[in-house]
């Protein structure tokens, strides 16, 4: 999966640093040196055209004096140079170049012609870029540094970045974790050429690599990234830091880094379906890779506490619930077992409270930490209070017992195949000041952390991580694009509109497998009359069709619960003069006449918008004319899957409405998801679709009801239809 061209650069045997310099406050110096403190065993080029040696090494006084093929460039050079830096590389046969400098496409059309040619040059002569706009790369196996960071540990985690600043915090953060250590990083930068799909791939074949940190402000390929995402999330954890939740977020984004960041909701709809785990704090990223890192995956979404103080046993346990993870019900065999260890003011319903049990010897933690492990209701253990500080707190002749639990404690996720994570309140100190049955925990494998939002996080990345492998599904393949649809897409282009009509989206739908209420087309009073008897006599809902109206109900052409047929007669003329009095010679195609929708239900919408980053996205939410009031929606790439549709419907905030409240019953979900799920196959089919709303969808207890379709169709596709008729579109 991973290209030679990249194997070769991020394992680079050969490094030539074009713009190096003998002044320490330049990049062409700093890489040299970091590159020879570090030891890199790899042949190292400095190229200047006036210096003989710098830092000992002996210089080349242009690219074209290499000796011959090079695994990789650092070019230091200003921007306006770079095109033609490339081009001598190529001429040297250099696989690849990391580029340093900005002023490329992040700063404008001038800027871009830039970037540009130097694409082409690359190109060209077959030589992959690195940024350009980048802060460079790192290899800790490779003992390659081309960042300039200090005390670089080796490690697993690798770290793709579009913020060198972002980079260096998540590096000191490791430091100050006193353990961790990273494996690759790449400054991705401006993505000319190589994108950050083809970084994943790379990560996914990293034998050194075992968890990938993305810090991600825009994407230029959308699409190709949730696809790379998707392949590597089946086999390492892949956590992402979106930033742009807010407008000026994005707009900062897209100055930063010239690519497009997309709106929040949708960005993490679709990476959390692709199989991240999202960060949604930046100090939370690196806790939640070691984690991923060191711990078994959660089986299910049942945990066990063990705390030495009420307070953090309650606290601890009402952040795993809002986080939607699960207390375990423990068995009656395990309370015995507890109590039998504990004092008689100990709980041992979880979570555990020990009321004191292990103040004079905190062997009890492991004895009970192994008891709730050996539960089969139990998927993982949380531990929480000063543990780990007993010899601090109470005496010091506490310290070896304190340091055997941890020994046993450190051996259990191996043993019972289950994490475990320990918050203690000595974990805010720094890594050479923690108490040793805490370097202990670290050393032997088991994140502690100071925080115990940070560590119940920790639990519930590990529960959404095991969840990957077993929601992922085979996608289904696009329907083809033929049927009723497709000459319903022949008249709108012949007619240069961009809107289909509804009469005509139910017809399309209908023939594409959905289930749809019967519906009637009628052009005068008459034909309205005729339709309500065809439909039984029932009460029946009646709605203009127009390409020049799209909110129906604002422009007063919807009219509910007409009961005769006299009442039908008289509602068609006020639709249609509603209609004329709300725009100006509007074109009217008649008014739609079909069965009142049962009572009851829950309102919802689904829907299909075009994105600029991912393209077609599904939105589910609550529904009705208060959709953009509530905002309570979420998103899907399509196509998605039946899990994808499930997940969505309990990912919204009021999913208690589809469950039923005040003695509700709980809504229909396989018919909802099946609805979903046929709509992605249907706007897969269709590329032509720019936006599909089905707003509102009567949601019930047996079944759905669509109420209303709306669909607009591509601005290329009405001036195509405009060229070939020659008018203006």
Do not use: W
């Not at 400095?46 to 011959?68: A, M, Q, T, Y």
């Not at 077992?337 to 319903?349: M, T």
């Not at 974990?427 to 925990?441: E, I, K, T």
């Not at 549709?645 to 589809?658: G, H, K, P, S, V």
């Amino acid at each position: 999966m991973v290209s030679n061209d990249l194997l070769h650069i991020l394992y680079p045997n050969s490094i030539a640093i074009i713009g190096a310099s003998k002044n320490p406050a330049k990049r062409g110096y700093r890489s040299l040196r970091k590159l020879l403190d570090d030891g890199y065993a790899g042949a190292i080029y400095p190229v200047h055209p006036k210096e003989n040696e710098i830092c000992g090494v002996r210089c080349l006084p242009d690219v074209g004096s290499l000796p011959g093929p090079v695994d990789l460039a650092l070019v230091c050079t200003p921007a306006a140079m770079v095109a033609s830096v490339i081009a001598e590389c190529a001429a040297k046969r250099v696989r690849g170049a990391v580029v340093l400098a900005g002023g490329f496409a992040e700063t404008g059309d001038d800027g871009k012609r830039l970037q540009d040619a130097v694409l082409a040059a690359a190109r060209a002569g077959g030589v992959r870029i690195i940024g350009p706009n980048t802060s460079g790369i790192f290899n800790t196996h490779k003992a390659c540094n081309l960042v300039g960071f200090s005390e670089l540990r080796k490690g697993s985690i690798g770290l793709l970045s579009q913020s060198g600043n972002m980079a260096l915090s998540l590096v000191t953060d490791a430091q100050a974790n006193g353990h961790l250590g990273l494996s690759t990083y790449v400054g991705v930068g401006n993505e000319a050429d190589i994108g950050f799909d083809e970084y994943l791939d790379f990560f996914a074949a990293d034998p050194n690599t075992h968890v990938v940190i993305a810090y991600v402000e825009g994407l230029k390929d959308g699409r190709r990234f949730l696809s790379a995402l998707r392949r590597i999330s089946l086999e390492k954890p892949v956590v992402i830091y979106k930033s742009g939740r807010t407008s000026a977020g994005r707009i900062s984004a897209k100055s930063h880094t010239g690519a497009l960041a997309g709106e929040y909701a949708v960005n993490e709809g679709v990476l959390r379906q692709a199989g991240a785990v999202i960060a949604h704090r930046s100090d939370e990223i690196l806790p939640i890779a070691e984690a991923l890192s060191l711990l078994p995956p959660l089986r299910s979404r049942r945990i066990a506490i063990l705390a030495d103080g009420g307070g953090h046993a309650t606290i601890a346990a009402d952040a795993l619930s809002e986080r939607g993870v699960a207390l375990s019900s423990l068995s009656d065999e395990t309370r015995q077992r507890l109590a039998a260890v504990l004092p008689p003011a100990a709980s041992v319903i979880n979570p555990i409270d020990v009321a004191g049990g292990t103040d004079a010897d905190p062997s009890v933690f492991a004895a009970c930490a192994e008891i709730l492990l050996q539960d089969a209701g139990v998927d993982g253990l949380l531990i929480s209070g000063l543990y780990g500080g007993y010899a601090v707190r109470f005496s010091p002749g506490l310290l070896a017992a304190e340091i055997g639990a941890t020994d046993m404690i450190g051996a259990m996720p191996h043993r019972f195949g289950k994490p475990v994570v320990v918050h203690s309140l000595y974990g805010v100190l720094q890594a050479d000041q923690r108490p040793l049955p805490l370097v202990n925990m670290r050393r032997a494998g088991i994140p502690v952390h100071n925080s115990l939002e940070t560590a119940v996080r920790c639990m519930q990345a590990l529960a959404e991580y095991s969840e990957v492998s077993r929601t992922f599904e085979s996608l289904p393949l696009p329907a083809e694009p033929d049927g009723v649809f497709a000459q319903v897409l022949a008249l709108c282009t012949a007619e240069g509109r961009r809107v289909v009509l509804e009469h005509e989206g139910r017809a399309s739908l209908r023939d594409f497998g959905l289930d749809l209420a019967p519906t009637f087309l009628a052009t005068d009073e008459s034909e309205a009359e005729e339709a309500f008897r065809q439909l039984g006599g029932q009460p029946v809902a009646m709605k203009i069709v127009s390409r020049d109206i799209l909110h129906k109900t604002d422009a007063g052409g919807v009219k509910l619960d007409v009961t005769d047929a006299a009442s039908v007669r008289r509602r068609f003329l006020e639709i249609v003069a509603n209609a004329k009095a709300a725009v100006t010679n509007p074109n009217i195609a008649g008014v739609l006449v079909t069965p009142m929708a049962a009572k009851g239900g829950v309102e919802v919408i689904v829907g299909v918008v075009r994105d600029p980053v991912y393209g077609p996205v599904m939105m589910f939410g609550l529904g009705g004319v208060l959709v953009e009031v509530f905002g309570d929606v979420v998103f899907r790439a399509l196509p998605i899957s039946r899990s994808d549709a499930f997940a969505m419907l309990d990912e919204i905030r009021a999913r208690a409405l589809l469950d039923g409240v005040r003695g509700g019953t709980p809504i229909d979900r396989e018919a909802l998801a099946d609805l979903m799920v046929r709509i992605s196959g249907f706007v897969e089919a269709f590329p032509e679709i720019d936006e599909l709303d089905l707003n509102p969808v009567l949601a019930y207890s047996d079944g759905m009801t669509v109420l209303d379709v709306r669909i607009l169709l591509t601005e290329s596709s009405r001036m195509h239809s405009a060229h070939e008729q020659g008018i203006e579109a």
